[in-house]
C-alpha cells in the first residue's frame, strides 16, 4: 500500500488524544506503558511476579523510572502457554489491581485481557481506564459490545491465529494488506457502536516469523492512514533476540534500537519491560523533533 507523501505530514500533524477515566491524555508526545505481569509464565522471567511485595515493588519501578501507564496482565500469551482460565486471572487481577489502589491511585492503568468478563470487572470494580485485547475481539465475541457499554479506550491487536497456534509457520500472501484490511473491518465494527477511542497494535511476535516483524516495521507508517494511536510492543520479543543470537535477558539494547526504530515510524506508545531506558529514549527523540 502506497502513501501519498502528503497525506502521510497532514496525518502526522493531526495530535491524537484519548478520554482515560474523564480526563484527556494527549498523545501529542510518545507515550511509555510499563508491563506488569501478575502471572509465574511470562516469556521474560525479569518482570513476573505474584507476591503482593513483588508487585507492590515493580509499580513503584514502573512509575518512578517515568512510565505514563501501567499494562497489567495476569494470563501469559506466549507461544504456546497454558492460558489461566477466567476465574484465575480475575483472582491475580483482584489482587495486583488492589495493590496499585493501595499504593499508586493516580496512575493511569491498562489491563491486558482477551475476555469480555474481565474487562468488566477490571473497570467495574477497580476503575481501570484502558483494554487491551491481543485478539481485537477473536476470542470472545462479546468484548466490542463490552468496550461500548464500558466507554473506555480499546487497544486491539493484530494476531494471526490463537496464542497456542500463532507460530505454527505463520504464512500470509500479502502481509501488510491482510493487516490493514484486518484493522479495517475491526474498526469499522467498533465505529459503528459507537467506540472512537481505539488503539492500534499491529502485533510484533504474534503469528509472525522474524521476517514477517521486520517488515512490518520498515512500513510501519502505512498504519497512519487509519489516523488512529499506534502503539508498538517489541520489548525483548523474539524478532529481536533471534537476530541477534542472545537470549530475552541481554536484549535491552537491541529493544531500546528498534523502539527508537518504530517512533520515527511514528508510534505513539511503547510497551516495554524497561522503563527508564525507553523513557530516555523517547526524550532524546523529543528533543531531535522541537523546532529550530
Not at 121 to 129: I, N, S, T
Not at 186 to 207: C, M, S
Not at 242 to 266: H, Q, R, Y
Given at each position: 500500500?502506497?502513501?501519498?507523501?502528503?497525506?502521510?505530514?497532514?496525518?502526522?500533524?493531526?495530535?491524537?488524544?484519548?478520554?482515560?477515566?474523564?480526563?484527556?491524555?494527549?498523545?501529542?508526545?510518545?507515550?511509555?506503558?510499563g508491563i506488569l505481569n501478575i502471572t509465574p509464565d511470562?516469556?521474560?522471567?525479569?518482570?513476573?511476579?505474584?507476591?503482593?511485595?513483588?508487585?507492590?515493588?515493580?509499580?513503584?519501578?514502573?512509575?518512578?523510572?517515568?512510565?505514563?501507564?501501567?499494562?497489567?496482565?495476569?494470563?501469559?500469551?506466549?507461544?504456546?502457554?497454558?492460558?489461566?482460565?477466567?476465574?484465575?486471572?480475575?483472582?491475580?487481577?483482584?489482587?495486583?489491581?488492589?495493590?496499585?489502589?493501595?499504593?499508586?491511585?493516580?496512575?493511569?492503568?491498562?489491563?491486558?485481557?482477551?475476555?469480555?468478563?474481565?474487562?468488566?470487572?477490571?473497570?467495574?470494580?477497580?476503575?481501570?481506564g484502558i483494554i487491551n485485547d491481543i485478539s481485537a475481539?477473536?476470542?470472545?465475541?462479546?468484548?466490542?459490545?463490552?468496550?461500548?457499554?464500558?466507554?473506555?479506550?480499546?487497544?486491539?491487536?493484530?494476531?494471526?491465529?490463537?496464542?497456542?497456534?500463532?507460530?505454527?509457520?505463520?504464512?500470509?500472501?500479502?502481509?501488510?494488506?491482510?493487516?490493514?484490511?484486518?484493522?479495517?473491518?475491526?474498526?469499522?465494527?467498533?465505529?459503528?457502536?459507537?467506540?472512537?477511542?481505539?488503539?492500534?497494535?499491529?502485533?510484533?511476535?504474534?503469528?509472525?516469523?522474524?521476517?514477517?516483524?521486520?517488515?512490518?516495521?520498515?512500513?510501519?507508517?502505512?498504519?497512519?492512514?487509519?489516523?488512529?494511536?499506534?502503539?508498538?510492543?517489541?520489548?525483548?520479543?523474539?524478532?529481536?533476540?533471534?537476530?541477534?543470537?542472545?537470549?530475552?535477558?541481554?536484549?535491552?539494547?537491541?529493544?531500546?534500537?528498534?523502539?527508537?526504530?518504530?517512533?520515527?515510524?511514528?508510534?505513539?506508545?511503547?510497551?516495554?519491560?524497561?522503563?527508564?531506558?525507553?523513557?530516555?529514549?523517547?526524550?532524546?527523540?523529543?528533543?531531535?523533533?522541537?523546532?529550530?
Amino acid at each position: 500500500m502506497q502513501i501519498n507523501r502528503t497525506k502521510k505530514m497532514e496525518l502526522k500533524s493531526i495530535p491524537h488524544s484519548l478520554q482515560v477515566n474523564g480526563q484527556l491524555v494527549e498523545l501529542s508526545s510518545p507515550k511509555v506503558m510499563g508491563i506488569l505481569n501478575i502471572t509465574p509464565d511470562s516469556f521474560y522471567s525479569g518482570c513476573r511476579t505474584e507476591t503482593e511485595m513483588g508487585i507492590a515493588q515493580r509499580v513503584e519501578q514502573i512509575i518512578s523510572e517515568g512510565a505514563d501507564f501501567i499494562d497489567v496482565g495476569a494470563c501469559s500469551t506466549r507461544p504456546n502457554a497454558p492460558l489461566a482460565d477466567q476465574d484465575e486471572e480475575m483472582a491475580r487481577l483482584r489482587k495486583g489491581l488492589s495493590v496499585i489502589q493501595r499504593i499508586a491511585p493516580e496512575a493511569v492503568i491498562s489491563v491486558d485481557t482477551f475476555r469480555s468478563d474481565v474487562a468488566t470487572m477490571c473497570v467495574e470494580e477497580f476503575g481501570v481506564g484502558i483494554i487491551n485485547d491481543i485478539s481485537a475481539g477473536e476470542m470472545d465475541d462479546k468484548m466490542f459490545d463490552t468496550i461500548a457499554r464500558l466507554k473506555v479506550p480499546y487497544i486491539m491487536m493484530h494476531m494471526k491465529g490463537t496464542p497456542q497456534t500463532m507460530q505454527q509457520a505463520p504464512h500470509y500472501e500479502h502481509l501488510r494488506a491482510e493487516i490493514t484490511q484486518y484493522f479495517a473491518r475491526k474498526t469499522y465494527a467498533l465505529y459503528e457502536r459507537g467506540v472512537n477511542d481505539i488503539i492500534l497494535d499491529p502485533g510484533f511476535g504474534f503469528g509472525k516469523t522474524v521476517a514477517h516483524n521486520f517488515e512490518i516495521l520498515k512500513y510501519m507508517e502505512e498504519l497512519q492512514n487509519f489516523n488512529l494511536p499506534i502503539l508498538v510492543g517489541v520489548s525483548r520479543k523474539s524478532m529481536i533476540y533471534k537476530t541477534l543470537g542472545i537470549t530475552p535477558e541481554d536484549s535491552l539494547n537491541g529493544t531500546t534500537a528498534v523502539n527508537v526504530i518504530a517512533l520515527m515510524k511514528g508510534a505513539n506508545i511503547l510497551r516495554v519491560h524497561d522503563v527508564k531506558e525507553c523513557v530516555e529514549a523517547v526524550k532524546i527523540y523529543n528533543t531531535m523533533n522541537k523546532p529550530l
